[in-house]
């Protein structure tokens, strides 16, 4: 049975949500996997006792410190050996556990995984990549999205490459597209990093690793016409968080409007709270929680990361986001494409 | 008199767009300026003849040769020296007129300005900025938007001098604040080019020439606690043209969605008709054609840019933002603030 181990101390609503999320996950599932929650037994076990966990995959395991958001990644791996973070994560390097999950600090676990796990080999850089909406059917994903600055060519090409096995044995995309993002579409736009890019870009297709799009610009993104767009981590960092802006700016905006409608007798009340609620349902592509997390794609192992804010149904689908990149044998795939090189 | 240059020729709806926009301007503004409307006559002068310009201050000039969207700037500017873009520029620079207006290639435009106007002593490299929608009252602007990458930490800084010279003297904004794109708020953040630029900014604001208000992240964009955000090409290009494209995407989501709750007799037409309206509405702040255009912030001389799409009421808007910048001593003011580095 595989063993996924939960950091219970990691999110801004842990560890009520994480222990929420984990236990739904293992009743949903019908106790398919087990679980290991970590975290600090003073804060974890009280919150335990209020569930029948009695017939669940579920063990405890205290571990006495915590990282929090306001560590420096580097330094908290470091001097925080004995956090629910850095155990978690020793874990799966002694085989423990299969894998590991944390809505905690990105950075630190970023960190902690590259020094406790190691990268595959032939990765240059792990990375971290994000979802986005799209008008088509289909998945967009963007990668980096903050892991890396000053991205060389060469980097970014391996993210196309991971996240293309990714998206090939993970998600069921059959051909992932690859779209470089640019200032502009024609071949050689944009600074010498992507115009190098660009040619290994199309390389990597020529050698059957990835299909290549060619460039494509900031309006092209939720058209859906790539699943994979490649950037440095800055400018996914930006776009990512500028995207999960927008509901609530239009929400800004849209209430008053409502609101002046309805005073003005133009509109009921019935049909206003109808409306609404549609809009607010426009959003739900927006909605970061229905993946719940990501796996650092190039660790020599599995590490899920989660969005800060992450509600309990977040945790609980990180959780199986984990069952899946192990079943899937994602990171072996990436071994054998990339050693190629 | 002050007289503008427009190039006929540039835009999507050139030359009948520009045209009509430009005899709109002097119409409403009651003559206040003179416009030397420069193209192939050919194609303007039989569009020209179906409206009565008797008594307005415009003058047609031929030029045989057009810059279209398709020419490769550097190219374009020495190929074509016949060109209604060239040929206005060097209207310019021989002071026949006091500014160009061009909704054209934009590449052509700010390679051909920096050609034929050449750098405002001191100024690193010219610069673009453009408007962003904001929650809170005032003016947002993100500079450089597509003009310059791999910018180094001394071309950011001028750029956030030069933008809070402009808010200041020509947008009517007292005391612009100037915030940093970045992957986190605090200090130490980001890649190498990022953390210098930090430290310049700093030393920018205790010199008095810019308020600094740090590093910010892509979901503060517009939140609009900053008038100016400061950012390299790549990065400011893509959140601009990202933005462009939500107006779209949403709506792509709502019309359906809206169609259904008629479909099915919640709501009734009536009420869908002003609600679909109001939800228009809300994209008001995403419209480009509010401000027209922009001028290139550094180029020895006053070249303003527009949209390739824009309408005649954008060149309107462009016409009289070239008169504010000429009457506001713009270039003036930051030939002062940059001679003092």
């Known amino acids: 049975m595989l063993t996924i181990a939960v950091d219970a101390m990691g999110g801004d609503n842990a560890p009520a949500c994480v222990i929420e999320g984990t236990v739904q996950a293992l009743r949903e599932s019908g106790n398919r996997f087990s679980v290991i929650l970590i975290g600090q037994s003073g804060k974890v076990e009280p919150l335990l006792a209020d569930y029948d966990i009695s017939g669940l995959n579920l063990r405890f395991m205290h571990a006495p410190e915590v990282v929090t958001m306001d560590d420096v990644p580097a330094v908290a791996v470091k001097a925080k050996q004995e956090s629910s973070l ?47 909406p ?44 690859v779209g470089l993002l640019n200032i502009g579409e024609e071949e050689g736009k944009g600074s010498e990093v ?50 999960e802006s927008i509901p609530e700016f239009l929400g800004a905006l849209f209430k008053p409007a409502m609101q002046q409608l309805v005073a003005s007798r133009q509109l009921d009340q019935k049909s206003a709270t109808l409306t609404s609620s549609m ?45 899946h990149m192990i079943e899937r044998k994602v990171n072996a795939h990436i071994a054998e494409v990339l050693s190629e090189e």
Request: glycine share 12%; net charge positive.
């Open 86 to 132: 850095v155990r978690g994560l020793h874990l799966c390097k002694a085989k423990e556990a299969d894998a590991f999950v944390s809505a905690g600090n990105t950075g630190a676990q970023m960190a902690a995984s590259l020094f406790v796990l190691g990268r595959i080999p032939g990765v240059l850089r792990p990375t971290i990549y994000a979802y986005f």
């Open 134 to 177: 799209r008008i088509q059917e289909g998945l967009t994903n963007i990668v980096d999205v903050g892991a890396n600055m000053d991205c060389k060519p060469e980097h970014l090409v391996q993210f196309a490459e991971m996240l293309t096995i990714y998206q090939r044995y993970a998600a069921g995309i059959q051909n992932p597209i």
């Open 194 to 243: 992507l115009k190098q890019t660009w040619k290994l870009l199309r390389n990597a297709e020529e050698k059957g690793k990835i299909t290549f799009a060619g460039n494509m610009e900031g309006h092209d993104i939720l058209k859906g016409k790539v699943s994979i767009v490649v950037c440095d981590g800055l400018v996914g960092n930006t776009i990512l968080k500028f995207g």
């Open 279 to 323: 809009f607010k349902g426009l959003f739900e592509p927006f909605d970061v929680e229905k993946f719940g997390g990501v796996p650092f794609l190039g660790v020599d192992g599995i590490s899920i990361v989660g969005h800060g804010r992450s509600s309990s149904k977040a945790i609980k689908n990180m959780i199986y986001m984990a069952e």
